[in-house]
């Protein structure tokens, strides 16, 4: 195990860092990231670790302090998944840098420059190399080489011994600037699918290839195999090879029954999840183009980190869709009491010009414009009857949205009616949250509040009923 500094204190009161004595090299590449900051002349720099790292992230702020001779911050707290840079956080501190620490989404951000020391898992190159060359027996085979990035410091080596051998062999590169310099590319950002960008052989597509991924049978695997269509993938999982299918799985599927779904609801909400991800405006617009397009009202939330307790409280949305980072677990949740949907099952759902392919799109930046996969929106006026309810859609009596809340609708029957806006729905409700209701309740004295444990105050019917049973 590599040991990390221990932190003392002095006769002063002053906190005190001693070196690494460990012969391995520091599992934080706190030099690298002083030569960063210097490099680029940064003067506030937040530091951001996951929750299993954070014990140790004061001792590396120490060091990286004594290092660069200024103040660094530590992100106490994500705003959204841990995986992703959390530049909202840093910008409370006008950060202009920051070094995120552990697994990354590689997701581009949209304001500030970021250093990803990304995590070391142990390797044992020998046994990889030996079982690659049982199973790819046919060396002019064209693969693909993907890696989980907790592998990118083996890469190299593994790499080097296998190109010789595998003249069609092409290694991935991520899409950032990292400790681990050889795995760094800055490429075009149509050309980069899930923080990974590789260059093709002249004269072939990618259906030419098959490919490899380094790692185990996670998220990230199974988001890159439905978004590449190789010939075939292949994953490397307690030393074996074996061939992995994404694309018919019971997660697919259902995600078809929630895009239906999706087609039946009248009101939609946009849950942002992200603000720090390239583009994500431009996805939360295009979304609610579509949805207005299609005569769906839509409602835009920010709840910082989505869970179902969230969510259930806006219980007229009939449906949600997130603008978040494509490997956010909310999209295998079944605990969500209305479906959960991403931007491209928007586009499945609404955009009568996009066809059916096999692959599946959780970034959402592949079908924006100027993204890889891209196709103009073209709205369908044909009716067509619902999957689940058999009710008609796309009729004259669908109309539900206006173009401004407080605006005139005429409906069917000839009626004039005014559109409601949300609030309304908020004023019928019975229970609004906690209101200060200033004036309206008359003022009460100071009185004791709960005593006791949780699962029974001492004040409650049956533990006074018992006190008093005892007592007689």
Not at 82 to 89: A, F, M, P, Q, Y
Not at 145 to 170: G, Q, R, S, T
Not at 320 to 338: G, L, Q, T
Not at 433 to 452: M, S
């Amino acid at each position: 195990m590599i040991s990390l500094t221990k932190i003392e204190k002095s006769t002063k009161g002053e906190a005190e860092v001693d070196e690494v004595t460990d012969a391995q090299d520091d599992p934080y590449d706190v030099e690298k990231c002083a030569r960063w900051i210097r490099t680029n002349a940064l003067k506030q720099v937040c530091l951001q670790f996951p929750d299993s790292l954070l014990p140790n992230s004061v001792e590396v702020a120490l060091r990286l302090e004594r290092s660069v001779e200024q103040k660094v911050y530590i992100l106490g707290d994500t705003s959204c998944g841990s995986c992703c840079v959390d530049e909202v956080t840093a910008q409370h501190i006008e950060a202009d840098g920051i070094i995120h620490f552990g697994h990354a989404c590689l997701n581009p951000t949209a304001r500030l420059p970021v250093f990803h020391v990304l995590p070391r898992k142990q390797l044992n190159a020998t046994e990889l190399v030996d079982e690659f060359k049982r199973v790819f027996a046919d060396c002019t085979k064209k693969i693909i080489f993907f890696y989980d990035v907790a592998y990118a410091h083996e890469i190299e080596y593994v790499y080097n011994i296998l190109k010789p051998m595998y003249k069609h062999l092409i290694l991935s590169k991520l899409n950032c600037t990292s400790n681990v310099e050889y795995t760094d590319t800055r490429a075009n950002p149509a050309s980069v699918v899930l923080g990974r960008s590789y260059a093709l052989e002249n004269g072939y597509n990618v259906q030419d290839y098959e490919g490899f991924f380094l790692g185990e049978k996670e998220k990230i695997l199974a988001l890159l195999a439905m978004s590449i269509p190789v010939k075939k993938w292949y994953c490397y999982t307690n030393d074996k090879i074996s061939e992995f299918e994404a694309l018919n799985t019971p997660w697919l599927k259902r995600r078809r029954f929630l895009i239906e779904k999706l087609r039946d609801a009248k009101i939609v909400g946009i849950v942002v999840a992200t603000l720090g991800i390239q583009q994500y405006l431009t996805a939360i617009n295009m979304v609610k183009r579509t949805l207005k397009q299609k005569n769906k009202k839509s409602y835009l939330l920010s709840v910082g980190k989505i869970n179902p307790a969230k969510l259930a409280n806006f219980p007229e949305i009939d449906a949600f869709v997130v603008i978040a980072c494509p490997e956010n677990e909310v999209f295998d949740s079944r605990d969500f009491f209305k479906p959960i949907l991403t931007v491209y099952e928007v586009e499945l759902a609404f955009n009568s010009a996009r066809e059916f392919c096999p692959q599946f799109f959780m970034d959402f930046r592949q079908i924006l414009p100027g993204g890889s996969h891209y196709v103009d929106f073209k709205p369908s006026t044909d009716s067509d009857v619902s999957l689940i309810t058999s009710n008609v859609r796309n009729c004259e009596d669908d109309t539900l949205c206006t173009d401004h809340m407080n605006a005139l609708t005429v409906r069917s029957s000839g009626t004039v009616a005014i559109g409601k806006a949300g609030a309304q729905y908020l004023q019928e409700r019975s229970w609004k949250g906690v209101e200060q209701r200033l004036g309206e309740d008359p003022v009460q004295p100071a009185e004791t509040g709960r005593a006791g444990l949780a699962w029974e105050y001492t004040n409650e019917t049956s533990k006074t009923d018992k006190h008093n049973a005892q007592t007689e």
